[in-house]
């Protein structure tokens, strides 16, 4: 299971570089997700809460929206829950629209004994709602559909955002793997920090204690592949 090393993260301070309706809708899907993310593991509010090391009430808080939870926070809850980072995109039981993905099953069988078939999947550019986090953070999901053991999305961090406060580090399962295309974004390591321009990329063992941080004067966008061990 994940584990995180941070504490409640107070808000970064900087002005969020994202439209205002984001912000109003955003946060509310999450906090309603994990929710329901919660409820389906049958683990108790209060049960979460120590696991995170923070109060029922900042749980119930991050449930109801009125609070974002910071992008250590969110992979946290996740990994408290044992459900993937993709669960969060897939807000469609929490009373949002579902997507006008038009899957395209394969034409051939699986063959008996074998694992179960993959099928085509198209998502439009626009269907999937990215996830509004602490600081204006935001998270969108770039597969069409959740893959087992894989998480693929795309963050983007706001001048002066970070993914934890207080020099806080994140550990988590997997491997990722990370492109920037677009603007600025240091990778903070407890002994050692990587800047990060567009067209630059970065592998690293997400267990290795890491903080993103955009210390530009732009937004930074990155693409990244998480693929879990």
Do not use: K
């Not at 969020?16 to 509310?28: K, M, R, S, W």
């Not at 969110?74 to 993937?84: F, Q, S, T, W």
Request: aromatic share 4%; with cysteine.
């Amino acid at each position: 299971m994940p584990t995180d090393e941070i504490a409640p993260d107070p808000a970064p301070g900087a002005a969020p570089d994202v439209a205002g309706v984001l912000l109003e809708t955003g946060h509310e899907g999450v906090g309603a997700r994990l929710r329901e993310l919660r409820l389906a593991s049958g683990m108790s509010l209060r049960a979460l809460a120590r696991e995170l090391g923070i109060s029922a009430s900042a749980v119930s808080q991050i449930e109801r929206g009125a609070m974002q939870p910071s992008v250590g926070r969110l992979i946290a809850m996740v990994g408290a829950l044992g459900v993937p980072l993709s669960a969060v995109f897939d807000t469609t039981a929490a009373g949002a629209s579902a997507p006008a993905s038009t899957p395209v099953p394969t034409p051939v069988p699986p063959t008996e004994g074998a694992a179960p078939a993959i099928t085509t999947a198209v998502v439009r550019a626009g269907e999937v709602a990215p996830v509004v986090l602490e600081g204006g953070v935001l998270f969108r999901r770039l597969a069409p559909r959740p893959v087992d053991a894989v998480d693929f999305f795309e963050s983007t961090y706001p001048p002066g955002a970070t993914s934890t406060a207080h020099r806080r580090f994140l550990r988590h399962d997997g491997v990722e793997i990370g492109t920037v295309t677009q603007g600025e974004l240091t990778v903070e390591f407890e002994d050692e920090t990587v800047v990060l321009s567009a067209g630059d990329a970065i592998t690293f063992p997400c267990e290795r204690g890491h903080r993103m941080i955009n210390r530009g004067s732009t937004r930074a966008v990155a693409t990244w592949l998480i693929v879990h061990r």
